[in-house]
């Protein structure tokens, strides 16, 4: 966060000094608003990815405290979470929201997502069976990290 804040800062100071000048300058302000964004998207990334482990350490509180799978994430609040958090991916079209996209169990291939199932909502996926509980970002696209955002998630 701080580096996001210094980069803010400088941008500005590049922009300030840039009045008079042409070129390279522009060049240097361009390549500094490129670094900028990239450095913001990657801080609503990871605010997504600490949201989604928020989720999953409060289902594993509800499980353990009410022995049984909650069936929507709606159950975990206001007891286990105050709200349910923000997806913040900004990717192709997805909204910033805290919406939920049930899916049903058949979803589940050898514990994992079917990839080809999902409807690419941009929301909080979550889907359960009698063994295991997965939240997810309901997304196929690929995150920072290379992985797509519905690959990222946890399994109980």
């Known amino acids: 966060m701080k580096r996001l804040i210094w980069m803010l800062a400088a941008a500005a100071a590049l922009s300030a000094c840039a009045g008079g000048q042409s070129g390279r300058d522009e060049v240097l302000s361009s390549d500094t608003e490129k670094t900028v964004e990239q450095d913001e998207l990657r801080v609503r990334e990871t605010q997504t990815l600490s949201a989604l482990a928020k989720l999953e350490e409060a289902i594993a509180a509800y499980i353990g405290a009410e022995k049984r799978i909650p069936d929507s994430l709606d159950q975990l609040v206001p007891k ?29 291939r050898d514990g994992q997502i079917d990839g080809t199932m999902l409807k690419d909502t941009g929301r909080w996926g979550y889907v359960h069976n009698d063994r295991q509980v997965v939240i997810f970002v309901d997304c196929i696209h690929r995150s920072h990290q290379g992985r797509a955002w519905y690959q990222q998630h946890g399994v109980y």
């Open 80 to 108: 286990y979470l105050a709200e349910i958090p923000t997806v913040e991916i900004d990717v192709r079209g997805h909204r910033d929201n805290n919406l939920v996209q049930v899916y049903p169990a058949s979803i589940l």
